[in-house]
């Protein structure tokens, strides 16, 4: 991409986030519940009316809807993403301390998915209506069906409980922590990713080239890895950046199961405790970071594509 491209993307990030940062505390505002009760009800005081109101002025509350949102904005902008209700901690510093585990998790998923999702792909679109092909689809259809919470909770009765493999519940966030939260994760994406890398590769072995490097007598497999392989990476570059910006977002779920201390975990611990300031912090945190996943994956095309290139320059 040239800088100018790279620069009309920031400026269409920056945008966006403004308008997800009007959406997400216009929702928080309009949301039933008092926060400054549950933020007493959290601290465990029971305070009088009185108190409540004053309190409420004290943070702000009281004043118009517009005021309170330009406040939060120029904080915001400042680097300042307030004080939790619940925490009693700094936003920023809450979710900079839950970003990383979250993060280790996507990485540990990704790495499982693409290590049995790029085989099997390739493996079914080469034995295409062979028995493996239908085995392999057949397994990656109960996989997609299967919901998240339902293998994991499997995975903990199997490996956690009746083996006792590894814990189901930990102080750390040690590599065994992760391992089945991860696999929770992996167990979809790679059904799902199995499919479209073995839709990549058919498509790319009825290419031309291919027919042209088999009649110059190159072995199949020097044309599946140094010819096709490559070539169906491109249509699947967007759908993996995607999936790792999703993974920041929706491993929720995965996390409350397994009690894993992330950013999935903190969003649902925020959310029962009206904890407003969490709440619009990690929406604009997770914004921000899945659109720069998705700037860097259509860089990233260019150095795979020349074509690419050339189109973005001409």
Request: without cysteine; charged residues 15%.
């Amino acid at each position: 991409m040239t800088k100018k491209a790279i620069f009309q993307r920031l400026i269409q990030i920056i945008i966006v986030l403004f308008g997800i940062s009007f959406l997400t505390f216009g929702l928080t505002y309009l949301a039933p519940g008092d926060p400054v009760r549950a933020m007493y009800a959290a601290s465990g005081a029971v305070p009088n009316d009185e108190v409540i109101e004053a309190t409420r002025t004290a943070m702000g509350l009281d004043r118009p809807f517009y005021i309170q949102y330009f406040t939060w904005l120029k904080n915001i902008l400042s680097g300042d993403f307030g004080v939790s209700y619940s925490l009693s901690q700094s936003v920023l510093t809450i979710l900079a301390s839950r970003l990383w585990p979250t993060l280790k998790l996507a990485l540990f998923a990704m790495i499982l998915m693409l290590a049995f999702s790029i085989p099997l792909g390739m493996l079914t679109a080469v034995k295409n209506g062979k028995a493996i092909d239908y085995i392999v689809r057949f397994l990656t259809f109960i996989g997609i069906s299967l919901p998240s919470f339902w293998i994991g909770l499997i995975l903990i009765y199997i490996v956690a409980l009746k083996l006792q493999l590894l814990p189901v519940m930990s102080t750390d966030i040690g590599f065994k922590k992760m391992i089945l939260p991860a696999v929770t994760l992996a167990i979809s994406m790679t059904a799902t990713y199995t499919r479209q890398v073995r839709a990549a590769v058919l498509e790319e072995l009825h290419q031309d080239y291919v027919i042209g490097a088999r009649t110059r007598g190159l072995k199949e497999s020097a044309i599946l890895w140094k010819h096709v392989f490559p070539n169906s990476l491109l249509p699947l570059v967007t759908l993996f950046g995607l999936s790792f910006g999703s993974l920041l977002a929706g491993t929720t779920v995965v996390e409350v199961v397994f009690s894993y201390p992330g950013l999935g975990n903190l969003a649902v611990q925020a959310v029962t405790a009206m904890d407003y300031p969490l709440i619009q912090g990690y929406v604009l945190w997770i914004a921000l970071i899945y659109m720069v996943i998705n700037l860097l994956v259509d860089i990233s095309y260019e150095f795979m594509d020349p074509r690419t290139k050339a189109r973005m320059r001409s």
